[in-house]
């Protein structure tokens, strides 16, 4: 390039100026085309083929113009632009994430089939009996066949019987595993109607128990895969993503719970089925989903990590204890409690007999408005501060009678 410039420099110089340089130049223009222009045309011409060969040259080029291209870094199959305007994502990545998370935990999930007896009634007075159905999901917990599903799935409630027929409870529960189609006839260990949990078990041996996560480290938009048998069509998989986390949900009997949101398809046969994560580990339970016109993808996951005392106590006592007061409550809010001459807080309407309560001295018409220190409106206040503590531990309540506030100790009793 130095040569370059000295030729070019030179040439610079060379024009003629001056009001004479027309008559000069027209006089002597052919010694002017041998002695200056064609040594610079031809100076050109071997500039110009040097300068082609370079850039044939990837890096002689990079040093002559540097790379003015947008760079294209690749990491692990996923391509982005590094001026941050595009970015590219191969999709083979994602494919390979669900094909490894099927492959990890469709052998840890079973499907579970239930036989009910319903004695119906009809409009003249007849009776008669006959044998239903049902079929739900399983995650296998223990290599000598636990299985944890949802209540309802082996459970029938009081709102699946009316006046006309009575559903019993189930008659007969049985299992298949994955690539089995063995059905394994199971027993009822323990159910929980309060956390919709229930564990049953199967004589067998050498299961493939799964893997759970910490579901308390669960994201907002991250990979989700529900995993179950929805409307008999055993093992199958759906994917999307966790939609939101600690969703406050109330079901269609009053129940709530807390859960994780997700829009990977969960329908009827998918409860008791498994939420996993992109290890193949499970962070939540299939539970319920959110089904009408102009609603899709809206299902929630009971979080695993809240299973897992109450899968414990179902198999060591076949039941959760927990702790009990021994009181049914109203609410007060503002509005009411003007109304009524009392203060904000839990309306005490009755107290159990033989209760914890009772023998504290708590009295039907009291008013709690504090419990262990905290400022309470609520039932569900009141029964999160209880939960939180374990049977024979006190609780401080502080209530008002007659419009006096009074501080009560009480020994937290067993649930019966």
């Not at 067998?204 to 409307?231: C, H, Q, R, W, Y």
């Not at 009827?268 to 996993?276: D, I, Q, R």
């Not at 039932?379 to 999160?384: K, W």
């Amino acid at each position: 390039m130095e040569e370059n410039q000295n030729k070019e420099t030179k040439f610079k110089a060379v024009p003629v100026t001056g009001s004479s340089s027309y008559n000069k130049t027209h006089k002597t223009s052919s010694g002017f085309g041998k002695s200056v222009l064609l040594p610079f045309i031809s100076g050109v011409l071997g500039c110009s083929l040097v300068i082609g060969a370079c850039f044939g040259v990837p890096s002689i080029k990079e040093r002559i113009i540097g790379n003015s291209t947008s760079e294209i870094s690749t990491t692990n199959n996923n391509t982005t632009q590094s001026d941050g305007y595009v970015q590219q994502i191969a999709l083979s990545n994602y494919s390979d994430t669900a094909v490894y998370v099927a492959n990890k935990i469709l052998p840890s999930i079973v499907g579970i089939k239930i036989e009910y007896t319903i004695n119906a009634t009809s409009f003249f007075g007849r009776t008669g009996t006959s044998t239903a159905t049902a079929s739900g999901s399983g995650i296998i917990i223990s290599e000598d066949g636990y299985i944890l599903t949802n209540n309802h799935v082996v459970s029938s409630t009081s709102s699946e019987s009316n006046s006309y027929y009575q559903i019993s409870e189930a008659k007969k529960v049985t299992v298949t595993l994955f690539n089995d189609e063995t059905e394994y006839e199971a027993k009822i260990v323990g159910k929980d109607e309060q956390t919709d949990l229930a564990v049953i078990k199967i004589e067998k041996d050498n299961l493939t128990k799964a893997d759970f996560a910490d579901s308390d480290d669960v994201k907002v938009g991250e990979f989700a895969m529900a995993v179950g048998n929805p409307i008999n069509m055993d093992s199958t998989v759906t994917t999307g993503i966790v939609s939101a986390v600690n969703r406050k949900i109330t079901d269609s009997e009053g129940k709530t719970f807390t859960c994780i949101q997700t829009d990977a398809a969960i329908n009827s046969g998918n409860s008791g089925g498994a939420l996993v994560n992109s290890e193949g580990k499970v962070i939540g339970i299939n539970t319920l989903k959110l089904s009408g016109t102009g609603i899709e993808g809206i299902g929630f996951a009971i979080p695993i990590n809240s299973t897992t005392d109450i899968t414990s106590q179902l198999i060591q006592y076949s039941k959760v204890k927990r702790p009990y007061i021994g009181i049914s409550g109203i609410n007060l809010d503002d509005e009411t409690a003007k109304r009524y001459n009392l203060v904000i807080g839990i309306y005490i309407k009755t107290v159990d007999n033989f209760s914890s309560a009772e023998k504290a001295g708590l009295k039907a018409g009291d008013v709690i408005i504090e419990a262990n220190g905290k400022t309470i409106k609520t039932m569900e206040e009141l029964n999160d501060i209880k939960n939180s503590l374990n049977i024979g531990d006190e609780i401080k309540l502080k209530v008002n009678r007659n419009g006096n506030d009074k501080e009560v100790t009480l020994t937290l009793g067993e649930q019966p």
